[in-house]
């Protein structure tokens, strides 16, 4: 192992809590084209058991340390082929553990433009600044008579000059740079003040129009508000000490550098020198620094809450393989209804208009009644869009007069969020080429209700609007870690091979965008896989894709039992001995804990595979092709409660968490406008992460707070404390009467997933538009 590489291995060991050895190993099966899911779930042995997300991380730095070792290997060139590399400068480059500290050290030897300090060396004044440094009693003025020149014809300008040399001499001291910059993490205040006559243009960021913490703790979605209200030239932004008690210590650092420590004529002339050098060059230098840092704090903020939202939302529970109705509310243009049987393959579509400006009532109930009769429906999907709760209703009664004897099936909202993305992506136009761009929407509503999972991996993961500021974010960043998230998805829940869709496929370990339209093609030419080897048929598809991707794919009826489980093919032969010792048939063991508690793990391992394998094969013979998302549940929304004008504070309702932020999260509690339950309000207890206490998609219990309709906020507490504070409400209803107290009555399931926007506080109001994926 190179000593690159040894560094390499000891640094990433160290962030991911880990033994350098693993890993070396883990490196070697990365570098080797082995994916992360793969080496996670079947490579345990020669890792160590290092799992998905320390390998997510493993993976990320590698690529920054690799590329800072190149970057050490040309500085070091450079340097050297300049002919100024010492001992010193080799060891000082060795030590640099970041790109922002070897940059500091290569800065002096960096080709640069023509410059005032060049011009000022070239004009024989850098002797004068010797001097200056030198003789601390002679006075600077006088020692500048000695360098006057025809290019130099005052003391003024000698000075002026010998300054220049002094500040590009500071400017490129990584000592000195590394010092102040600690300094500044540590003192250094983050200002926000509004621009003149911009107070009413940026309303919604009237929390930042004179503000100011520590750049240091500054919560990320806060700075990611700032930073968006500096691009909308709404406010001014400053990183700097504080002026009266910090910036005194800046300089004072510089002064040391330099060596002040006098007060002699030299003295005075050089720490005046050391606060210009601060003010020009070096505090800015530090603002690019802090701001740089601050920014890429802010955004692996945000995609971290991004990437944990869009898991939860993928591994939401699936309702099954069961015959779906899926409607997408409409007013004026209709409701467009889409019917999918138990795959998901579409049956029947129609367009209904039960609302203004047809109102045809009587038209629309007969054609849901009819096609739930017709094709067996269970499930009926409806988007959480305008009008949902209106088309819920309608559903509701059109249940209700179907014939006795009839199977009724269930209604459910469910989240359409990125829907319209991919009704009128390439990809529905190729599922469905003669279908309306419109009711593509309601086939997706519908299957999203089936598996959310299956559905979700067609649509842009940023489209899905699950993050906070998305769009604000590094997109390159942004889209990579979403795509891993995905990816483990996938292969954590795996896919059925005689039924997956290429999008899907395309996400499984080895396999990609190529390969899964090569597999889909060749199923529907040769026909339903008969075994995993047949996968080996496809064109294009080698050993080592069929490696990497064997053990995420599921055939339910297989010759091979071992076919419909997690086992890879691979370890199958462990498998068998397993299955023999047992004395029992494959499906008469598989799915049956008894049977098998009597084992050893110790018992079956080989040169091969170890324990670790070995444990993966009895827990997956206990419980074949385990889904890992859980049991299917919604929340039931409250009768009489369709809009926030119904909203009183102290009600007691159920909502769904269709976003978490750090400040909080987002409840969908049936009213179009999602409220906040801001991290103070999550739990009777101090929470740091909202993602300590919920997830998207959880069915939660909430108290109404605060109701502005104006501002559209709603403000919600899970605290069992949270006051009661219903029978005080004395303000007027819509209609003129006193407000009542409302107490849901016949809940409805609901499994609406959407961003959205009311919050509690001010805070909200900067963040809600960004948080509905309008950012």
């Known amino acids: 192992m190179s000593q690159s590489s040894d560094r390499i291995s000891r640094i990433i060991a160290a962030d991911i809590d880990a033994r350098p050895d693993q890993v070396t190993a883990a490196v070697s099966l990365l570098d080797g084209g082995a994916t992360v899911p793969f080496v996670a779930r079947y490579r345990k042995e020669a890792t160590g058991g290092l799992d998905d997300t320390q390998l997510r991380t493993l993976a990320d730095r590698l690529v920054y340390l690799r590329e800072l070792e190149a970057r050490r290997e040309t500085i070091l060139n450079s340097i050297k082929d300049q002919g100024k590399l010492t001992d010193a400068l080799t060891k000082a480059i060795a030590r640099a553990d970041t790109k922002a500290v070897l940059e500091d050290i290569y800065l002096p030897f960096k080709p640069k433009r023509r410059t005032k300090a060049m011009i000022a060396r070239e004009n024989g004044l850098e002797p004068l600044l010797s001097a200056i440094l030198n003789t601390r009693s002679a006075a600077p003025e006088d020692l500048a008579t000695t360098y006057l020149t025809e290019a130099v014809p005052t003391a003024k300008e000698a000075l002026a000059g010998a300054r220049d040399i002094l500040a590009e001499d500071l400017s490129e001291n990584a000592d000195l740079l590394g010092r102040l910059r600690s300094f500044m993490h540590e003192t250094a205040l983050i200002t926000a003040r509004v621009q003149p006559g911009k107070e009413d243009a940026g309303a919604k960021f009237s929390d930042y129009f004179d503000h100011r913490e520590k750049w240091a703790t500054i919560p990320g979605h806060r700075a990611l508000a700032i930073l968006r209200a500096a691009k909308e030239e709404i406010v001014a932004i400053d990183i700097a000490p504080d002026a009266e008690t910090d910036m005194p210590r800046a300089i004072g650092i510089i002064a040391a550098a330099i060596g002040i420590s006098g007060t002699g004529p030299a003295d005075t002339w050089l720490r005046a020198a050391a606060d210009w050098t601060w003010r020009v060059k070096l505090s800015l230098t530090m603002y690019v620094d802090l701001m740089s840092d601050l920014r890429k704090r802010a955004h692996e903020e945000a995609i971290s809450v991004f990437a944990r939202n869009l898991r939860d939302l993928l591994l939401a529970a699936p309702a099954g393989p069961r015959p779906t109705l899926g409607l997408d509310p409409g007013i004026r243009t209709g409701v467009k209804a889409a019917v999918v049987d138990a795959t998901g393959k579409l049956l029947e579509t129609a367009t209904l208009y039960p609302f203004q400006p047809r109102m045809d009532v009587t038209g629309s109930q007969s054609a849901i009644s009819s096609m739930i009769q017709r094709h067996g429906i269970e499930l009926v999907a409806i988007g959480n ?38 009704s009128a992506s390439e990809l529905a136009a190729q599922e469905f080429p003669d279908l309306d761009v419109s009711l593509r929407g309601a086939v997706s509503i519908a299957r999203r209700l089936q598996d959310p999972l299956a559905e979700l991996v067609k649509i842009t993961p940023q489209s899905i609007g699950v993050g906070q500021y998305q769009h604000d974010v590094d997109q390159r960043r942004l889209a990579q870690a979403l795509d891993a998230v995905v990816e483990d998805a996938v292969n954590a829940v795996g896919v059925d091979l005689n039924m997956a869709s290429a999008p899907l496929l395309a996400r499984v370990a080895g396999v990609g965008p190529s390969l899964a339209n090569a597999i889909v093609t060749h199923r529907d030419a040769q026909g339903r896989f008969a075994s995993r080897k047949a996968l080996l048929k496809v064109p294009g598809l080698g050993p080592k894709a069929f490696e990497q991707c064997a053990g995420f794919l599921r055939l339910r009826d297989s010759s091979e039992p071992l076919d419909a489980t997690s086992v890879h093919p691979e370890a199958y032969d462990v498998a068998r001995r397993i299955v023999q010792a047992c004395g029992r048939d494959f499906r008469a063991i598989m799915g049956t804990p008894e049977t098998l508690s009597s084992l050893r793990a110790e018992d079956f391992v080989n040169e091969r595979f170890g324990i670790p394998t070995v444990r993966d094969i009895l827990s997956e013979l206990e419980k074949p092709g385990r889904d890992p998302r859980p049991d299917f549940v919604t929340a039931r929304f409250a009768d009489g409660i369709d809009n926030i004008k119904d909203l009183r504070p102290g009600m007691l309702l159920e909502g769904t968490v269709t976003n978490v932020a750090a400040f909080g999260a987002f409840i969908d509690i049936g009213v179009h406008q999602d409220g906040l339950v801001h991290v103070s309000q999550l739990a009777d207890r101090f929470v740091k992460d909202p993602h300590e206490v919920v997830k998207a998609g959880d069915v939660v219990k909430v108290r109404v707070v605060e109701v502005d309709v104006a501002r559209k906020r709603i403000g919600l507490s899970m605290r069992k404390d949270a006051p009661d504070t219903s029978q005080n409400v004395r303000d007027k209803s819509p209609s003129g009467q006193k407000a009542q107290n409302h107490t849901p009555k016949k809940p409805r399931p609901n499994t609406k997933t959407d961003t959205g926007g009311g919050g509690q506080g001010a805070l909200a109001d900067a963040l809600r538009d960004a948080l509905k994926g309008k950012t």
Do not use: D, F, H, N
Not at 393 to 420: D, F
């Open 385 to 422: 869009g305008t009008a949902s709760r209106e088309t819920e209703r309608l559903v509701a009664e059109t249940i209700k007069q179907m014939p006795q004897g009839v199977s009724r099936p269930a209604s459910v909202i469910v989240s359409e969020a990125g829907a319209s993305v991919y």
